[in-house]
């Protein structure tokens, strides 16, 4: 009997064992809270900014293994990053979240997500922290897709 | 243990064989000869019953009456007028919140139902209530997730107007004790109304007998189609009640400041009615009865208790709900902090269908102190094997989850 997973590749059950910046952060600029009320799924999101630049993010929440792997993802990759930078990476992940764009720019390990698009009701998990992290910004709510409408309260 | 009907009465599951069906409490497969009663009603008797002065209006009238009687029957209504098709069950029992609650409700009345209602028979009470201005009053429950009925006797006082329970919880399977229920509303003058959605399906309902003034069932539980449910009602009920809709079908006469309502059941079926709908949940019914309800139950009673013994036999299973013999075909669980999302879409990966989530029962969650749960529930077409294939792959997922 396999004991693989198409959809829990390796990457999301280590990340969703051990949340990589789990924790509240000191000296947040920006705290933003996400929901996802179907899943009831939770997060808030912890940004210091330093002028255009995200300095340092963290995570709080409970929710699927999904939308924690991908936060917990989310706050390692955008470290360091402009506002203008993480927006693009913000668009990318929904593209390949749902399966609608092509997303060769965007960092292997957030490739495992890829198997979301074949299941609309969990797209949802997994874009919940990149949601966040736009509402956070303050990034005007330009491309939303409809099926996403609604996974951030 | 085999079915208790052949996999290739149902066209879908027969179609896919490796397909673990264990979704019915959400909607149940459809035999062929429901799909075919429809049809046939399309293809051979179909007009707009109740309205043509020619033959095939008359015999599509004749047929909408066929499906009501052997509705009837399957339900144990003797008075067929007493059968009301809706949409399913949350049209029914919105149906009797706004129609009966805004003729009756008045403020300092109360309305109580339990703390295991689907949302369908829980926002409709407490929305009417607000509206009235009533009191809203949640029932507590027992251990095993019935209503707790001694807190319901101490509750329930001359204010009371309206008890609303589920027959069988859609999340627990925990059976109501329906009788005691009734007599406690009996004894301060409360209209019953009894959330049959998963009751129907699943045992005999005995509707004269059975003592609740109301019930509301859905049509897609019950291997019937979706879209279609019935209100089953005492006569004195139905009659004083105001119609829910008003329109075609249900008036006797519309003059240009009043307008008289038609008999039952047509008063409370305003529109062009569902027959097609209607037609097929009959079919459902005359299939389920071929069976023998108690023999369906009894299936599920075996079903359920081989399911409860595989799956909280695994470390870290927590079942929620009464022990395996007090339960209908519905078993809800956790495993270890596996959030039930993903332990369904693991399943889904193995082509076993389950529910997970707060099953349209968010009161309920909090009581268990659980966001979500994972649901597995059985039905005429599941056997023995889609059980052993639901605990293995429960353990498969504990292992990708190096929870083992």
């Known amino acids: 009997m396999t004991e693989r997973s198409a959809l829990y590749q390796e990457v999301i059950l280590d990340h969703n064992r051990r949340p990589r910046n789990f924790s509240v952060l000191p000296n947040a600029t920006v705290e933003e809270r996400g929901i996802n009320p179907l899943c009831g799924d939770e997060l808030t999101l912890y940004l210091r900014m330093d002028g255009d630049r995200i300095a340092d993010a963290s995570f709080q929440g409970t929710g699927c293994a999904i939308s924690r792997a991908s936060a917990s993802m989310m706050t390692t990759l955008v470290k360091g990053k402009t506002r203008a930078e993480a927006d693009a990476m913000i668009e ?32 949802k998990c997994a874009v919940l922290a990149w949601h966040t992290l736009h509402a956070a910004l303050g990034i005007g709510a330009s491309g939303s897709d409809p099926r996403e409408r609604g996974a951030r309260q | 243990m085999a079915a208790l009907v052949p996999r290739s009465d149902f066209t879908l599951l027969s179609c896919n064989p490796a397909l673990v069906y264990l979704d019915s409490a959400a909607t149940a497969q459809k035999p062929r000869a429901v799909l075919d009663a429809m049809s046939d009603f399309y293809e ?26 052997a509705v009837a029957r399957f339900f144990g209504a003797r008075d067929e007028a007493c059968v009301i098709f809706t949409r399913g069950t949350t049209d029914s029992i919105n149906a009797v919140a706004a129609a009966w609650g805004r003729a009756n409700l008045r403020p300092g009345d109360e309305v109580i139902v339990t703390g295991a209602e689907h949302h369908a028979n829980f926002v409709p009470w407490q929305q009417i209530a607000i509206e009235r201005g009533a009191t809203f009053t949640i029932c507590p429950l027992a251990e095993d997730g019935r209503a707790d009925v001694e807190a319901l006797a101490s509750l329930a006082s001359p204010k009371t107007r309206v008890i609303a329970f589920n027959h069988v919880s859609n999340v627990l399977g925990a059976i109501n004790p ?54 089953i009602g005492r006569r004195e009920v139905l009659e004083s009640m105001p119609p829910y809709q008003t329109g075609g079908d249900m008036i006797a006469f519309v003059g240009d400041e009043h ?14 009615p569902n027959v097609a709908g209607a037609v097929g949940l009959a079919a459902a019914c005359d299939y389920l009865t071929s069976i023998g309800m108690d023999a369906v139950a009894a299936h599920e009673r075996a079903l359920v208790r081989l399911a409860y013994e595989r799956v909280s036999a695994i470390e870290g299973v927590r079942v929620h709900g009464p022990g395996a013999s007090e339960r209908s075909g519905v078993l809800s669980f956790t495993l270890g902090d596996i959030h039930p999302h993903d332990l369904a879409t693991l399943l889904d990966e193995r ?20 966001a ?33």
């Open chain 2, 372 to 404: 979500a749960t994972a649901r597995a529930s059985f039905y005429v077409y599941n056997d023995e094997n889609d059980v052993e294939l639901l605990a293995s792959a429960l353990e498969s997922a504990k292992r990708i989850f190096a929870l083992a």
């Open chain 2, 178 to 231: 329906v009788a005691e229920i009734v007599s406690i509303a009996r004894s301060v003058g409360a209209l019953t109304v009894c959330d049959g959605a998963q009751g129907a399906p699943h045992m005999s309902v005995g509707f004269d007998a059975l003592g609740a003034d109301l019930y509301a069932a859905s049509a897609h539980k019950m291997l019937g189609p979706m879209g279609t449910g019935v209100l």
């Open chain 2, 44 to 69: 051979s008797e179909y007009a707009n019953p109740h309205r043509g002065a020619y033959a095939l209006s008359a015999r599509a009238t004749e047929r909408y009456a066929r499906a009501r009687a």
């Open chain 2, 351 to 370: 082509h076993i269908c389950i529910r997970a989530g707060h099953h349209c029962a968010q009161p309920l969650m909090r009581r268990l102190g659980v």
């Open chain 1, 92 to 123: 990318q992940f929904r593209g390949l979240a749902t399966g609608q764009t092509a997303v060769d720019d965007l960092p292997s390990s957030l490739h495992a997500f890829e198997g979301v698009a074949r299941l609309p009701q969990r797209v």
């Open chain 2, 259 to 272: 307008t008289t309502w038609n008999t039952l059941p047509h008063k409370l079926e305003a529109g062009t």
